[in-house]
């Protein structure tokens, strides 16, 4: 092995493999901070690069596309409160109060060291224990992915702060928005109302860009007066030492939830990033903190959701199974430059492999510079008056949802969304429940009724199955501790939206 990684970090550092890694990397945060835009849409962009260059060569610049568009979508939702990509929905609950507090510099500081040390840490195991991941995440079964989507979905409890009562209508609504289009077992149209784009549903992407963003704006827009602008302090936006104290074990909670969940095929960042930010709310010292500015709530989301993307590699290369939508763009990408992703995929194209392993570690001191940068430089963004702002983002709203399947479709869904998004915070109902249920309620119904199929409607299979019993009790613990955390007197919680 040892052969194998040194011979990789030699074609990393080889000048045209370096220099478009760079590339990959400056691109990725672009691609990811500009609202609409995915990593895969801008893996798909580069793949048709990927047919004149070397196998290694393209790999490492996709991977660099990767990892740097997972962070980019922390900046335009620390600056903008708009999620530049779905895996940074949760780095708005904290980035934009400290946007709003004047550390907008240091916010995206620390989402950048936070970022580095997820896709360090994820790529650290991507090459250590792979197989050993990979085996682990083959044993989860229906039944087990139906309790891992309940786990996250009594995160609704805690994002809900002091309005319980409104964070469960919230989240129950965006189950009931998730129900929407074809049914995924038996093939029936669901809620469609004879109109042939509700088949497929509401898209993730139109959903968020609404709530979050186009929200702001109309938020924004009806406001007759305007608080002083808040000036961005640029020249201190390192972190002191207590403050990367406070946020080291949320980046390590980040770390370990977004490696695990990004080996399980088919959940992704936008679940990794809810469950981090939940985890290390609970065991923070600081509760009263996270949804107005702690530094914490930046941290572990961020790591979270760039963990994510080592450990996708992980079912990707070593069995051929893509762990999210982005890394089924680079499967293909893979084979159409000739390269089998699978168990032998190790020893036949051990250069090939461990060129991307080791590019991928370098990826992360590269995206660490740029991350330390952008830091300086695009808080100034916010400098910008209101009357060019607003349009500005709501202009990048139409876009980003236009391009996501080229259709006016979404953008009407965006503008839909905002306007419920807009009456949401008049009504202080808080957005991050019905987000969750969005994300949460397809893969909870898809695989209950799998679960149920499988074993002829026996729901005992819930509790048989050793690892979804554990995530049910997990559950249960989760739904405890926040409602005992509410009813506390005394205690302050914490508003998560």
Same mark, same amino acid.
């Not at 089924?328 to 051990?350: D, E, H, K, S």
């Not at 949802?401 to 009407?412: A, E, G, I, P, R």
């Given at each position: 092995m040892?052969?194998?990684i040194?011979?990789g970090?030699?074609n990393?550092? *080889?000048?045209?493999?370096?220099?478009?890694?760079?590339?990959?990397?400056?691109?990725?945060?672009?691609?990811?901070?500009l609202p609409g835009?995915?990593?895969?849409?801008?893996?798909?962009?580069?793949?048709?690069?990927t047919?004149?260059?070397?196998?290694?060569?393209?790999?490492?610049?996709?991977?660099?596309?990767?990892?740097?568009?997972m962070?980019?979508?922390?900046?335009?939702?620390?600056?903008l409160r708009?999620p530049?990509?779905p895996?940074?929905?949760?780095?708005?609950?904290?980035g934009?109060?400290l946007?709003? *507090?004047?550390?907008?510099?240091k916010?995206?500081?620390?989402?950048?060291i936070?970022?580095?040390?997820?896709?360090?840490?994820?790529a650290?195991?991507l090459?250590?224990?792979?197989?050993?991941?990979?085996?682990v995440a083959?044993?989860?079964?229906?039944?087990?992915?139906f309790?891992?989507?309940?786990?996250?979905l009594?995160?609704?409890?805690?994002?809900?702060?002091?309005?319980?009562v409104?964070?469960?209508?919230?989240?129950w609504?965006?189950?009931l928005?998730?129900?929407?289009?074809?049914?995924?077992?038996?093939g =029936?149209?669901?809620?469609?109302?004879?109109?042939?784009?509700?088949?497929s549903?509401?898209q993730?992407?139109?959903?968020?860009?609404?709530?979050?963003?186009?929200?702001?704006?109309? =938020?924004?827009?009806e406001?007759?007066t305007?608080?002083?602008? =808040?000036?961005?302090?640029?020249d201190?936006?390192?972190?002191?030492?207590?403050?990367?104290?406070?946020?080291?074990?949320?980046?390590?909670v980040?770390?370990?939830?977004?490696?695990?969940?990004?080996?399980?095929?088919?959940?992704?960042?936008?679940?990794?990033c809810?469950l981090?930010?939940?985890?290390?709310?609970?065991?923070?010292?600081?509760?009263e903190?996270?949804?107005?500015g702690?530094?914490?709530?930046?941290?572990?989301?961020?790591?979270?959701?760039?963990? =994510?993307?080592?450990?996708?590699?992980?079912?990707?290369?070593?069995?051929?199974?893509?762990?999210?939508?982005?890394t089924?763009?680079?499967?293909?990408a893979?084979?159409?430059i000739?390269?089998?992703?699978?168990?032998?995929?190790?020893t036949?194209?051990?250069e090939?492999?461990?060129t991307l392993?080791t590019?991928?570690?370098?990826?992360?001191?590269?995206?660490?510079v740029?991350?330390?940068?952008?830091a300086?430089i695009?808080?100034?963004?916010?400098?910008?008056p209101y009357n060019?702002?607003?349009?500005a983002?709501l $202009?990048?709203?139409?876009?980003?949802?236009f391009?996501?399947?080229?259709?006016?479709?979404?953008?009407?869904?965006?503008?839909l969304?905002?306007?419920?998004?807009?009456?949401?915070?008049?009504?202080n109902?808080?957005?991050?429940?019905l987000? $969750?249920?969005?994300?949460?309620?397809?893969?909870a119904?898809?695989?209950?009724n799998?679960a149920?199929?499988?074993?002829?409607?026996?729901?005992?299979?819930?509790?048989?199955?050793?690892?979804?019993?554990?995530?049910?009790?997990l559950?249960?613990?989760?739904?405890l501790?926040?409602?005992?955390a509410?009813?506390?007197?005394?205690?302050k919680?914490?508003?998560?939206?």
């Amino acid at each position: 092995m040892v052969e194998n990684i040194l011979l990789g970090l030699g074609n990393v550092f *080889q000048p045209l493999t370096f220099v478009l890694m760079v590339a990959g990397v400056v691109g990725g945060v672009i691609v990811g901070g500009l609202p609409g835009m995915t990593s895969s849409m801008g893996i798909i962009l580069l793949l048709p690069l990927t047919y004149r260059l070397d196998p290694k060569v393209a790999l490492v610049m996709l991977a660099g596309m990767y990892a740097g568009s997972m962070y980019g979508g922390s900046i335009s939702a620390i600056l903008l409160r708009t999620p530049g990509t779905p895996s940074a929905s949760a780095t708005l609950l904290d980035g934009y109060p400290l946007a709003e *507090q004047g550390q907008a510099g240091k916010a995206i500081t620390v989402a950048t060291i936070a970022s580095a040390a997820g896709g360090l840490f994820s790529a650290i195991c991507l090459i250590l224990i792979a197989p050993s991941l990979a085996k682990v995440a083959l044993k989860f079964s229906p039944a087990d992915y139906f309790s891992l989507a309940i786990f996250g979905l009594t995160i609704m409890a805690s994002a809900s702060g002091k309005n319980l009562v409104k964070g469960l209508l919230a989240g129950w609504f965006g189950l009931l928005i998730s129900t929407v289009g074809i049914d995924p077992i038996m093939g =029936v149209n669901r809620f469609t109302f004879g109109v042939p784009n509700l088949m497929s549903g509401f898209q993730l992407l139109p959903v968020l860009i609404g709530v979050f963003a186009i929200s702001q704006v109309l =938020v924004e827009v009806e406001q007759k007066t305007r608080p002083p602008r =808040v000036m961005q302090e640029l020249d201190d936006t390192i972190p002191s030492r207590q403050e990367l104290r406070l946020v080291v074990p949320a980046i390590l909670v980040g770390c370990l939830i977004g490696t695990m969940i990004g080996v399980i095929p088919g959940t992704g960042g936008a679940i990794a990033c809810f469950l981090a930010y939940d985890v290390a709310r609970r065991f923070s010292k600081r509760k009263e903190l996270w949804g107005h500015g702690a530094l914490e709530g930046v941290a572990a989301p961020e790591s979270a959701n760039n963990a =994510v993307t080592g450990g996708a590699l992980v079912p990707m290369l070593t069995l051929g199974i893509p762990g999210d939508v982005v890394t089924a763009v680079m499967l293909g990408a893979l084979m159409l430059i000739g390269v089998q992703p699978g168990p032998l995929l190790f020893t036949q194209n051990a250069e090939v492999v461990y060129t991307l392993l080791t590019g991928f570690v370098i990826i992360q001191f590269v995206m660490l510079v740029v991350g330390l940068f952008s830091a300086k430089i695009a808080p100034r963004i916010l400098s910008v008056p209101y009357n060019l702002l607003m349009p500005a983002i709501l $202009l990048f709203c139409v876009v980003g949802s236009f391009t996501l399947q080229n259709s006016l479709w979404d953008v009407k869904v965006a503008l839909l969304f905002g306007l419920i998004g807009y009456f949401m915070k008049k009504h202080n109902y808080p957005p991050a429940p019905l987000v $969750l249920g969005v994300i949460l309620g397809p893969m909870a119904e898809e695989h209950l009724n799998r679960a149920l199929l499988l074993n002829h409607n026996d729901w005992t299979i819930l509790v048989r199955s050793p690892i979804s019993l554990f995530f049910l009790i997990l559950s249960v613990v989760s739904i405890l501790t926040a409602l005992f955390a509410i009813g506390s007197p005394g205690k302050k919680t914490s508003q998560a939206a």
